[in-house]
T-cell receptor, first 115, second 113 residues
Framework: DGGITQSPKYLFRKEGQNVTLSCEQNLNHDAMYWYRQDPGQGLRLIYYSQIVNDFQKGDIAEGYSVSREKKESFPLTVTSAQKNPTAFYLC??????????????FGPGTRLTVL | SQQGEEDPQALSIQEGENATMNCSYKTSINNLQWYRQNSGRGLVHLILIRSNEREKHSGRLRVTLDTSKKSSSLLITASRAADTASYFCATDVLGTGRRALTFGSGTRLQVQP
């Protein structure tokens, strides 16, 4: 089955802890993305990566870090510097835009709660 | 206001009725996409319309794009209870060097059986 997976589904973090959210895809997509979604809101871009070993900050990168060492994997670390990390985190992937086409495929999400 | 804002924020209709959602955006785009999200799940791509297209159909979905007004609409015909979800528009913005979509805040659709 081709797809994009995220783990864990639910994650609880104590204040001051760093936590890492996993995102893996076997779609052979070059581009991967992390979004944050707050209740009743749209998606805000945290980081994105167009190719391995390269990534760019999105609109709300402060307090987050990423790595892209493998094409299949794009983990997101929520650091203690992120003051309000409780949210729903979504990972997505796509082929790089060819012409004007870049449909994104989404994982099922990770719900992070700070205790 | 942000790029890609949907209107209305919430919509409640009866099964069998049509549902229309609108999206407005601010800057020039390559394309505009619509996604659906069931509660607590990831998003699913519904349809993409390019900047040089004016209308597109896919099953019960009809999307229009008016680049002069910087707006798009999504029409779901003959709605079903299973269409209950949030619907988001997303724009691929032209000329910024940013290679990522910008999502709106969504329309929450409730279809009553």
């Amino acid at each position: 089955d081709g797809g994009i997976t995220q783990s864990p589904k639910y994650l609880f973090r104590k204040e001051g802890q760093n936590v890492t959210l996993s995102c893996e895809q076997n779609l052979n997509h070059d581009a991967m993305y992390w979004y944050r979604q707050d209740p009743g809101q749209g998606l805000r871009l945290i980081y994105y990566s167009q190719i391995v070993n390269d990534f760019q900050k999105g609109d709300i990168a402060e307090g987050y870090s990423v790595s892209r060492e493998k094409k299949e994997s794009f983990p997101l670390t929520v650091t203690s510097a992120q003051k309000n990390p409780t949210a729903f985190y979504l990972c997505a992937s796509s082929t790089p835009p060819r012409g004007s086409y870049n449909e994104q495929f989404f994982g099922p999400g990770t719900r992070l709660t700070v205790l | 206001s942000q790029q890609g804002e949907e209107d209305p924020q919430a919509l409640s209709i009866q099964e069998g009725e049509n549902a229309t959602m609108n999206c407005s955006y601010k800057t020039s785009i390559n394309n505009l996409q619509w996604y659906r999200q069931n509660s607590g799940r990831g998003l699913v791509h519904l349809i993409l319309i390019r900047s040089n297209e004016r209308e597109k159909h896919s099953g019960r979905l009809r999307v229009t794009l008016d680049t002069s007004k910087k707006s798009s609409s999504l029409l779901i015909t003959a709605s079903r209870a299973a269409d209950t979800a949030s619907y988001f528009c997303a724009t691929d913005v032209l000329g910024t060097g940013r290679r990522a979509l910008t999502f709106g805040s969504g329309t929450r659709l409730q279809v009553q059986p």
